[in-house]
């Protein structure tokens, strides 16, 4: 029995004789749980201390997981309880005491400094050429924010971010679509041939590639484009066609629950991915609302935040909201 983080760096003659299992990461309950049942008493005995010497309640562990861990197991998780431990049993010896320690939220950054990762919404308002996008790591799902600027000049198209092959010609594709579709977004047909557009992805050091994110680099031309503001409670995944198709990804599973650890609430992903939703574990599903999109055209009318209600395409629906429908016998939230 073998694990791997990342199938293609497995030799293809090696993986061809392997059945592969994918196992999609755990959700902060799960964290939650394996923290308080098996790390913690783990650590405790680990580090010499009775059980009860040390309780972290609910809040701390939580704290520890959202802003100081990012991944798909536990394995930073048991770090920082242990580091927490070792700090407290330091703090023990120079004091001289036996007392028992309580660990609260507020007592986090004592023992682990700043947090080191935000948790919650990306933003904290709807901005104008910003939008969220799901993508999948060798850690699990990640949100990948990605921003567009227009500055005058001659069409020239920048992208940066330490992009792969991949997601740099999605963004070219992006473009196209958005050339193709400049009559009925209002556009002027020549409005390339005046502007100079910028694409960036922050997180520069850390490579990004996959046929996953043109919907969102589309969503965020549009956006800057437009000067309509991005809804900051929507992620979505999907490769885009030139004529405005999308198309199907990997990495479901890790990619919701990602929109689920970020506090996102409204999810759209390609129709196409639709039979997969029965393998996503209801405790996931159950706090998301996942919209099955098949053309980006809904997905701008659904995701921009448009003037009066008005929506960029009338004969594209614009309703946002979910409908109940049964998945593989569970109820979960999908809007047709």
Known sequence: VTTANNLPSIPPPLRDRMEIIKIEGYTEEDKLQIAQGFLIPKQL?????????????????????RRYTREAGVRNLERNIAAI???VARDRLKKKTEKNYRITAQAIPKYLGVPKYRFGLAEEKDEIGLATG???????????????????????LTITGKLGEVMQESAQAALSYVRSRA??????????????????????????????AGITMATSMVSALLKTPVRRDVAMTGEITLRGRILPIGGLTEKLLAARRGNI??????????RELKDVPAKIMKDLCVELVEHMDEVLNKSLVLKGGEPLFKDIPVDPYCVKTAVANDNVNVAH
């Open 183 to 212: 009559m009925p977004l209002g556009l002027a047909p020549d409005f390339y041939q005046k502007l100079d557009i910028h694409v960036h992805v922050p997180e520069g050091a850390i490579p990004k590639d996959g046929p996953s």
């Open 134 to 156: 799901l993508a999948w790591t060798e850690v699990g799902g990640e949100l990948l924010q990605i921003e567009t600027v227009l500055m005058p000049g001659k069409g020239k």
């Open 265 to 274: 609430r409204h999810v759209f992903i390609p129709k196409e991915n639709e």
């Open 45 to 65: 005995e680990a580090n010499g201390f009775q059980p009860g010497s040390i309780a972290f309640n609910e809040a701390a562990t939580l704290e520890v997981i």
């Open 85 to 87: 431990c070792r700090k």
